[in-house]
């Protein structure tokens, strides 16, 4: 880097949704000639991607932000919380600029404003397939931008809009970039990945010659062609989630859905203005593995919603029985600002939240346990993540980045990150598996 590249510190915040946001203004700024730099002290700049979520999003925002301007001095903040521009530039008066979520020209513009770009925009080459935060391994694949779904505890369509879908050749155009850069995991990504395509009525488009619609089927159809591992996630449970049953069987994409039910009472379903027949969901759940047996999945549950009583919650840990659900988180409701929920009588207070927590973590860790434990003596593919003093710490097609378990491979073999391996299942906890390469 010559020393007098521009130099930007940049801070990503919140989900994979921004991440991937962050990527592409990194990609951006790398491409005219910027350096990203990962201090405050050697940074001409600093940009802050925020979250706005839930409130302890909003706090760490808030403290990294106050942070920056302590350290460096020189911050834009964008993201999520950009769109409570009032509330931020209130509190930390001396922001360069405040953009909100997915305004990209609108940072590129205060970045150039505030730290012209080198003459050579050549100075840095980027890689065709943009710059990633994640490892070089794997990647998020964001392929819809916002929401027609309105639940009461969510904020997400007010800041990012209604649903609008990428044309699918763009989305398969960067997954074959993905697959030519050695990429060997695509996560499918976006607020509500089943409802793909609904925006644009499923408009035909062509991709190398074949017509293709752009709709959740064809679009996981079109992406197993790739040879490498696809993950769905954020799959709201419509009925036409079934359709990709079988192209899991065929082992075209992974055997995982990620299905954020958030509860399984019929009341809370409704104040969270969320569809769900807790039966309906059962007999789909029983479908599915009757298709596919190796199929995993994961959700997320919010306890202690305004309003859930006693039974509500019994009706949750009698569903997670019922269900028998691979991989599960939990969250204890939060309110966010802005949220329809806020206005809800009956709140629940923070102490039976905080039990009910417990009580499901509990419930749930048993039927974790058990699962995982029924794969000891199993073989499976394994993706190698990092090394460890131990050995290395690999992930299954059962385990996504950053949310799931992981494999612990013990053994003094030198394994390499980003391959696959063979290993056989040795033993398992609540959450972890453990194994030996196999012979
Ligand atoms: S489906 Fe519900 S929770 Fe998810 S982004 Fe849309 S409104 Fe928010």
Sequence with gaps: MSPTTPRIGFVSLGCPK???????????????????????????????????????AVDESLQTIDEALQQNGRVIVTGCLGSRA???????????AVTGPQARDQVMQAVHQHLPAPHDPFLELVPKQGVRLTPRHYAYLKISEGCNHRCSFCIIPSLRGDL????????????????????????????????????????????????????????????????????????????????????????????????????????????????????RVLERITKWREICPELVIR??????????????????????????????????????EGAAANALPDPVPAAVKQERYHRFMQRQQVISARKLSARIGQELTVLVESATEQGFVARSYADAPEIDGLVHIDGDQRLS????????ITAADEYDLYARLSK
């Design 18 to 56: 921004a991440t991937v946001d962050s990527e592409q203004v990194i990609t951006r700024l790398r491409a005219e000639g910027y350096a990203i730099v990962p201090d405050y002290d050697n940074a001409d700049m600093v940009i802050i991607n925020t979250c706005g979520f839930i409130e302890s």
């Design 86 to 96: 009032q509330m931020i530039e209130s509190r930390f008066p001396s922001l360069l």
């Design 164 to 279: 609008t879908s990428r044309p699918i050749d763009q989305v398969l155009d960067e997954a074959q970039v993905l697959a030519a850069a050695g990429i060997r995991e695509i996560l499918v990504i976006s607020q509500d990945t089943s409802a793909y395509g609904v925006d644009c009525r499923y408009a035909t488009r062509f991709w190398q010659g074949q017509p293709l619609q752009t709709r959740f089927f064809d679009l996981a159809r079109a992406l197993g062609q790739f040879g490498l591992w696809i993950r769905l996630h954020y799959v709201y449970p419509y009925p036409h989630v079934g359709d990709v049953i079988p192209l899991m069987a065929d082992g075209a994409i992974l055997p995982y859905l990620d299905i954020p039910f958030q509860h399984a009472s019929k009341t809370i379903l409704k104040a969270m203005r969320r569809p769900g027949s807790r039966d």
């Design 299 to 336: 959700s997320t549950f919010i306890v202690g919603f305004p309003g859930e009583t006693e039974t509500d919650f019994e009706e949750l840990l009698d569903f997670l029985d019922c269900a028998q659900l691979d991989r599960v988180g939990c969250f204890t409701y939060s309110a966010v």
């Design 417 to 424: 990150v980003g391959d696959f391996y063979r290993v056989e």
